[in-house]
């Protein structure tokens, strides 16, 4: 039995099918429950950062190790020849695709990723592209919605922060809208959606609403997605302004549904107060230790034959 | 009573009519039509029954694929283009927005990986409500005709 991703590209959320999608949240919830240590056993993978992401890298790098895979490959594109020598991204990923049987990569130029499957023998994951695409980031995000209501279908998701440059936001609002899921974005208006992004919602009948502040919302909601509001992007005043009107913190938690989980991409810096750690909505950390299965998830679909379609 | 043409007629060649007035001469240059020393008539602002005024070219020895048509679409939806032979029409067909534009522009985005690397610049247009865009396949950024310099 094959399954629709096996030697496939993972480039972008929106070349994936809802059952793509189903499929991959389901193995990763497989592989969490029980561990496969020996799925990858004498397969090479190559972690390919031409850019420096630690977090997004110790993750990759960690599931070919939970699945028994070795792993060769750069942190940064500093010291590689692409970097010193002029050498062509098409060109390392000749040379890279034909040493490993699977490589995922981060780049900093938008495409890169699209670029290197077009060019590459083996299968290539985007582990992020410039300001284009993350996708793998929408997969853990997906699965730990899954995993703490689920299913996907039909629930009630609110965004907080800085939803005008956060790709997450925009990647995960793409992925669920093939479930019927209901979005409710909070932001100051210089961080709102923009509106390409609406008017694409408007287009797939995704039902939508904005406000400016957590009132009237937060008991509505299953799951609270919170950013970072980056610092850079105002003067001092108005950061200080626009940040305290989107602080979570525990009091504001009181009267919420049962189910409601918070997200988070993390890095935090204040956006949530530690107070919301101890409460049972608190889900980021575990978000971030998702991010393992869901790579695991991932590889071992496009490297093996051992999940099928459900 | 024999209608009189508004621009001389062609032997063999290329006609390409129904062009939104304005659009001729930009069509001239994005196409390098003017750079063959083949023999060329332009008509600008002609009248068109009781539609607007339109722009039209006739250029001798010359035939148009139907590629170059379909990216004609981009100025002039609505352009019809004639092959003719011996002075007749020997095809005539309407344009059509590709699905596709590959070579002809550049990305916009200019830390789209498309810029550095052996590959042609690709588009997929999308249309919807008159508003036609172009969605590059690398940087996956989507432009608004208006926005490539190729097209003023």
């Known amino acids: 039995m094959t399954n629709p991703l096996y030697q496939k590209h993972i480039v972008s959320i929106a070349d994936l099918s809802r059952a793509e999608l189903e499929l991959i949240v389901e193995t990763a919830g497989k592989i969490k429950d029980q561990p496969r240590p020996e799925l990858l056993k004498n397969k090479v993978v190559a972690s390919c950062f031409f850019e420096a992401s630690t977090r997004t890298r110790l993750s990759f790098e960690t599931a070919v190790q939970r699945l028994g895979g070795s792993v060769i490959g750069f942190p940064d594109g500093g010291n590689t020849s692409l970097g010193q020598k002029g050498e062509t991204l098409a060109d390392s990923v000749k040379i890279i695709s034909s040493y490993s049987d699977a490589f995922f990569m981060r780049h900093p130029q938008e495409g890169a990723a699209r670029l290197a499957s077009e060019f590459s023998s083996v299968p290539v994951i985007n582990g992020g592209d410039g300001s284009n695409q993350h996708p793998t980031q929408t997969l853990l995000d997906l699965f730990s919605i899954y995993e703490t209501q689920g299913s996907l279908e039909g629930l009630q998701v609110a965004f907080v922060g800085d939803l005008k440059y956060g790709r997450t936001v925009h990647s995960l609002t793409q992925a669920l809208s093939l479930f019927g899921c209901e979005f409710h974005f909070i932001a100051p208006k210089a961080l709102a959606m923009p509106d390409y992004l609406l008017e694409e919602l408007r287009e797939k009948g995704v039902k939508y609403t904005e406000h400016d502040g957590f009132d009237g919302v937060i008991d509505q909601v299953d799951i609270l997605y919170m950013t970072r509001v980056q610092k850079e992007r105002f003067d001092e005043t108005e950061y200080q302004h626009i940040k305290s009107s989107f602080i979570l913190s525990a009091d504001l938690l009181e009267g919420v549904k049962s189910n409601l989980k918070v997200l988070h991409p993390l890095p935090r810096v204040d956006e949530i107060t530690t107070d919301v750690d101890a409460t049972p909505y608190a889900y980021y950390f575990e978000q971030a230790r998702n991010g393992v299965f869901a790579r695991q998830a991932l590889l071992a679909l496009v490297m093996t034959n051992e999940f099928g379609a459900a | ?152």
């Open chain 2, 1 to 152: 009573m024999k209608k009189q043409l508004q621009v001389e007629a062609i032997q063999h060649g290329t006609v390409i009519d129904h062009i939104p007035a304005g659009q001729g001469i930009k069509i001239l240059k994005f196409f390098h039509l003017a750079d063959d020393n083949k023999r060329i008539t332009v008509g600008l602002n002609l009248p068109s029954g009781n539609r607007p005024n339109k722009d039209l070219i006739k250029i001798e020895d010359t035939t148009f694929s139907e590629e170059q048509a379909n990216q004609l679409a981009l100025f002039a939806p609505n352009a019809t283009v004639n092959l003719i032979n011996e002075f007749d029409v020997v095809k005539k067909f309407k344009v059509a927005l590709p699905e596709q534009i590959t070579r002809v522009f550049a990305c916009p985005n200019s830390n789209c990986i498309s810029h550095n690397e052996p590959v042609d610049s690709r588009f997929h247009v999308r249309s919807n409500d008159g508003d036609t865009k172009l969605k590059c396949h690398y940087c996956e950024k989507s432009y608004s005709t208006n926005l490539f310099s190729e097209l003023d």
